[in-house]
């Protein structure tokens, strides 16, 4: 059986997990424009664990997904003691680029603001994204220009990690994905301007790259592309692949967050690599 066909059967599965997944905290709901989907859900431990803010945009394609959808993630990150910023913005194909990234920005800064009048240390965020997620926040920590643009501060971050990231478009992609960007991009637009690997910058933020190679839906190459051009601007970057045999990428970008830490390697890894930022 072939990855793609996997990936579109895994979802059963997935969603027998999504309902039994456990609900320990009641998110803040903060919006931070007027659209109903800028907003973001912000998490608080019963006991904070850790003194690392995870920052984290949902995937979905561009076209689907929103915090609240994704309340699992906010819910175990907490469970381990992270305090967690679940992060939303406009979707396509309503929406076009780059409305998707300037939401990642103006929900940044109003997260860090929102956090600051909790009195809450802000200096260690770790940014994360699975799949259109990870395009987008890879954009946001490794891109000044759109920052400049944007007036992002991200000063206080001290880690990134991607999941699934389509980081490079100079790939090959499954139809899947080619019909996806057709959605996310207007027809003339340049989509130079939303490719990761061409906008990434020198920067001191390390990076964790969470990739399968039997995906089914995003080339394994996206990531590699996004590595290469790491390091050779000077960027620390480790691509993690993932071993668990449930590793298509619904599974590894976000079913991981419904499994135990002992029972998944991907989620281990990202929890590890965190901890010893």
Same mark, same amino acid.
């Given at each position: 059986?072939?990855?793609?066909?996997?990936?579109?059967?895994?979802?059963?599965?997935? &969603?027998?997990?999504?309902?039994?997944?456990?609900?320990?905290?009641?998110?803040?709901? %903060?919006?931070?424009?007027?659209?109903?989907?800028?907003?973001?859900?912000?998490?608080?431990?019963?006991?904070?664990?850790?003194?690392? %803010?995870?920052?984290?945009?949902?995937?979905? +394609?561009?076209?689907?997904?929103?915090?609240?959808?994704?309340?699992?993630?906010?819910?175990?990150?907490?469970?381990?003691?992270?305090?967690?910023?679940? !992060?939303?913005?406009? @979707?396509?194909?309503?929406?076009? &680029?780059?409305?998707? %990234?300037?939401?990642?920005?103006? +929900?940044?800064?109003?997260?860090?603001?929102?956090?600051?009048?909790?009195?809450?240390?802000?200096?260690?965020?770790?940014?994360?994204?699975?799949?259109?997620?990870?395009?987008?926040?890879?954009?946001?920590?490794?891109?000044?220009?759109?920052?400049?643009?944007?007036?992002?501060?991200?000063?206080?971050?001290?880690?990134?990690?991607?999941? +699934?990231?389509?980081?490079?478009?100079?790939?090959?992609?499954?139809?899947?994905?080619?019909?996806?960007?057709?959605?996310?991009?207007?027809?003339?637009?340049?989509?130079?301007?939303?490719?990761?690997?061409? !906008?990434?910058?020198?920067?001191?933020?390390?990076? @964790?790259?969470?990739?399968?190679?039997?995906?089914?839906?995003?080339?394994?190459?996206?990531?590699?592309?996004?590595?290469?051009?790491? @390091? !050779?601007?000077?960027?620390?970057?480790?691509? &993690?692949?993932?071993?668990?045999?449930?590793?298509?990428?619904?599974?590894?970008?976000?079913?991981?967050?419904? #499994?135990?830490? #002992?029972?998944?390697?991907? @989620?281990?890894?990202?929890?590890?690599?965190?901890?010893?930022?």
């Amino acid at each position: 059986m072939n990855d793609s066909m996997r990936e579109n059967l895994s979802y059963f599965g997935l &969603y027998m997990k999504l309902f039994k997944a456990k609900k320990n905290v009641v998110p803040e709901h %903060i919006s931070f424009g007027e659209d109903k989907e800028q907003y973001f859900l912000y998490y608080e431990p019963e006991k904070v664990i850790s003194d690392k %803010i995870f920052l984290w945009v949902h995937g979905g +394609g561009w076209n689907a997904g929103s915090p609240k959808f994704f309340d699992f993630v906010g819910q175990a990150m907490a469970g381990f003691g992270y305090r967690v910023i679940s !992060l939303g913005y406009r @979707l396509s194909p309503k929406n076009k &680029y780059p409305c998707q %990234i300037e939401d990642v920005c103006m +929900g940044y800064n109003a997260a860090i603001k929102y956090l600051q009048s909790k009195n809450i240390d802000i200096s260690k965020i770790v940014v994360s994204g699975p799949s259109a997620g990870a395009h987008l926040t890879s954009i946001l920590v490794y891109n000044e220009s759109i920052r400049e643009r944007m007036n992002v501060d991200i000063s206080n971050v001290i880690g990134y990690v991607g999941v +699934g990231g389509p980081y490079s478009f100079k790939v090959k992609h499954t139809l899947a994905i080619n019909m996806l960007l057709n959605q996310l991009f207007a027809k003339d637009f340049n989509r130079d301007e939303g490719d990761p690997c061409l !906008l990434m910058n020198k920067s001191e933020i390390p990076m @964790l790259l969470i990739q399968s190679e039997h995906d089914g839906l995003i080339n394994y190459s996206c990531a590699e592309d996004f590595k290469k051009n790491a @390091l !050779l601007l000077g960027n620390k970057c480790e691509l &993690y692949s993932v071993e668990d045999k449930k590793n298509t990428h619904s599974w590894y970008t976000a079913g991981m967050f419904l #499994e135990k830490r #002992e029972e998944n390697k991907a @989620l281990n890894k990202l929890l590890s690599w965190m901890e010893n930022l």
